[in-house]
Structure formats: C-alpha cells, structure tokens
C-alpha cells in the first residue's frame, strides 16, 4: 500500500520532506543550459534537455535524505513532447534511486475522462488486451471540484495497483479563500471537500492508521491546518507553501499527529535553487551540493520543532 511505503521511507530516512521538481529554465545554471543548447539548440529540445541534466544532479544529490519527490508536470509539458518525456525519464529515475514519486498532475474530470487520468498516471493503458505503463508514479495529485464521481474513478487503479492520490483541499496560494472559504450551509467549501476525502480515505486504511488517499493543505494557513486535522484524521497531508511562500516549520506543527506522523512537506525553489543563495557557500557550479545542504537545513528545522513539541516519530 502506497501510505505504508511512505510512512516507512519518512521513518527510515528521518524525514517528512518531499522535494518538489519544479524545473524553471531561467533558474537552471547557466553552464547547463549553455551546454544544452550547443548540442540541441535553443528550442524545446534544449530546453527539455537542460531540465534533465539539472534533474540528475538534484535527485543524485537528495535521494538518500528525503522519502520522496514531486514532479509538476506543467514544468515539463511547456516543452512539448519533448519535455513530458523528461518527466517521465525524471519519474523513472527517482524510482530507481528508492524514491516515492507524487506526480503532480492534479487530475480530475468527469467519468471515462478520469478513468483515462488515473490509467495515465496510476495504472496501466490497454492497447488491444495488452497493459502498458505510460506515467509512472506512486500516487498524485487530483482536483475534487467535479465532485465525488470524480475521485471514485481513481479508487480502483489505487487498490488495484497499491498507489495514492492527494485531494486538493486547502491550497496554499493566497486567493485560494476566493472560492474555498464560501460558506454555504454554515460550512465552508474546503471542509465540506474535507469531509468528502475523509470518506474516501476509509477504503484505504494501512497498518500505520492512515489512509493511501491524502488531502493537500497549505502551509500557509496553520489555523485551517489545525481544524483540517480533527476533520480528516486518516489523510495524510502534502503540504506545499514551506519555505518561498512564506510557510515556517511553526506554520506546519499541527499538521502532524501527535506521535510526528500525518504529513510530507513540499519545498521546490529553496532546494533546487538552493546554490542561488549561496547555501554553505555553494555557488552555480555546486547546485546539487547547496540543494543537499539546503535540504538537510529543512529537515533540522522540521525535525527539531517536532522533538520541541514532543512530537517525534523516530
């Protein structure tokens, strides 16, 4: 079971980070892209390319500090084709290397339509009888907002194949309270969201107590992280916000049980741009090194609030 792995991968490795591979061309060291177009040119294959080179490094450089990895796959699929077989390639990779990968698709449609998503990225395509990997991952993440024959179109691939999927609940962007903050029948929009995936997660309960179907909550509102706690109790949360949107370890405390456990927290640009900050005096050339660092950083601070709070897990 998907939940299962995880949990076992944040006990093993002593972590609760998940490293966002959100791969900006304009962020990649300049030796790399440079390199990239000399060979390819300076087009979709190039930019695609210089992606890959950059992902080795950053997956080479983290995989025995974190449990797991989340591609967005918007990053890749700007490239064309090109770029979603980088994402594929990167996937592929990062499992080789023992890690968990979140693909961060957020699917959801009606129907066959979300059947074809979850085929996609959870399970396998049929071509004529014959089963085919297309995407691989553990678990992704999915868009609730067409409702509940949405999300059950995912639930066989995720018990058929031992995989996940994480709900957008709570984002972390500030206009998220536009629409997720409504009220209606005294309740607001992303706990009546709550209270669907909290359903959900029943029918996928592993031996830890928590369900391989999870919830994203932002780092950047603790207090809704608080209430979302109590309502989905089963649900593991990915937590996006820490670090460059404004999120703080005190920011993400009660999104973990008390026994440390219940959450993964996302950070994207502060590790894989780590080196722009000249992170333990790494500069360009040493990217993977200050995104190690960068990476250790996080987890000392998370870890240490944990033992603070009486909250560890290990």
Same mark, same amino acid.
């Given at each position: 079971?998907?939940?299962? =792995?995880?949990?076992?991968? *944040? ?16 962020? *990649? ?15 979709? =294959?190039?930019?695609?390319? !210089? ?51 979140? %693909?961060?698709?957020? $699917? ?116 809704? !992280?608080?209430?979302?706690? $109590? ?9 996006? %916000?820490?670090? !460059? ?7 993400? *405390? ?8 219940? !959450? ?6 502060? *590790? ?19 995104? =190690? ?22």
């Amino acid at each position: 079971m998907f939940i299962d =792995r995880l949990i076992q991968q *944040i006990k093993l490795k002593k972590s609760n980070i998940v490293v966002g591979l959100d791969p900006r061309l304009d962020m *990649i060291p300049t030796h790399i892209r440079e390199k990239s177009y000399c060979t390819y040119g300076k087009n979709l =294959r190039g930019a695609a390319e !210089a992606v890959w080179i950059f992902n080795q490094e950053i997956i080479g450089s983290v995989h025995d500090l974190v449990p797991a990895v989340k591609p967005q796959i918007a990053f890749y699929e700007q490239y064309g084709l090109e770029g979603l077989e980088i994402y594929q390639k990167t996937c592929k990779l990062a499992q080789e290397k023992g890690l968990l990968v979140i %693909g961060d698709v957020k $699917r959801g449609d009606i129907g066959t339509t979300s059947k074809a998503y979850s085929d996609a990225y959870l399970g396998m395509t049929d071509v004529e009888g014959e089963k085919i990997e297309a995407f691989f991952s553990d678990a992704i993440t999915v868009n609730p907002y067409l409702g509940d024959d949405c999300l059950k179109e995912f639930m066989k691939d995720i018990v058929d194949y031992e995989k996940g999927m994480f709900v957008l609940v709570k984002t972390s962007n500030p206009t998220s309270g536009q629409l997720q903050d409504l009220e209606t029948e005294g309740k607001k929009i992303y706990e009546i969201v709550a209270r669907l995936v909290d359903q959900w997660s029943k029918k996928t309960i592993g031996v830890h107590g928590y369900s391989s179907i999870g919830a994203v909550v932002g780092a950047t509102y603790p207090e809704e !992280a608080r209430n979302l706690r $109590r309502l989905m109790p089963a649900s593991y949360f990915l937590v996006p %916000g820490y670090g !460059a949107q404004g999120g703080t370890a005190k920011d993400i *405390i009660d999104c973990f049980d008390e026994g440390g456990l219940g !959450a993964i927290i996302n950070s994207s640009r502060d *590790i894989l741009y780590a080196y722009q900050k000249q992170v333990n005096g790494y500069g360009e050339k040493d990217f993977g090194k200050a995104a =190690r660092a960068a990476t250790l950083k996080m987890q000392e601070a998370i870890n240490g609030l944990l033992v603070q709070e009486g909250k560890q897990y290990w």
